[in-house]
């Protein structure tokens, strides 16, 4: 059994930074279009298409960052010892992202 004082991040740092890392894939969702939508799209405007989804990617990115940079400064203002680790979920997660997208513009999917 693990005593309250051995853990090594509190379960309270852990759903913060969950909730971060949802919120930036629900970001993604809303700023994205899928990958089938990307897939049926057409080839004549491809250039535009990639132009405006790698946009998207600035503006997931910037509101799911901002989000999780305000949900550790929450736990920083609260004394928490991980407050970074919600931010550091989100960009892992925005990576994850861009990944994907970037696999699916190169046919990859």
Known sequence: MISETSRIVEVEELILATISGLETTWVFSAF??????????????????TRLIRRGYIVGLTFGLGFSAFI????Y???????????LVSGAIGAGFIGVYETALAGGF
Do not use: D
């Open 72 to 75: 550790g400064y929450l736990l």
């Open 32 to 49: 994205e279009p899928s990958i089938f939508t990307m897939q049926t799209l057409g080839c004549e405007k491809i250039e535009q298409t």
């Open 77 to 87: 203002r609260a004394g928490r010892r991980h407050w970074f680790l919600p931010i």
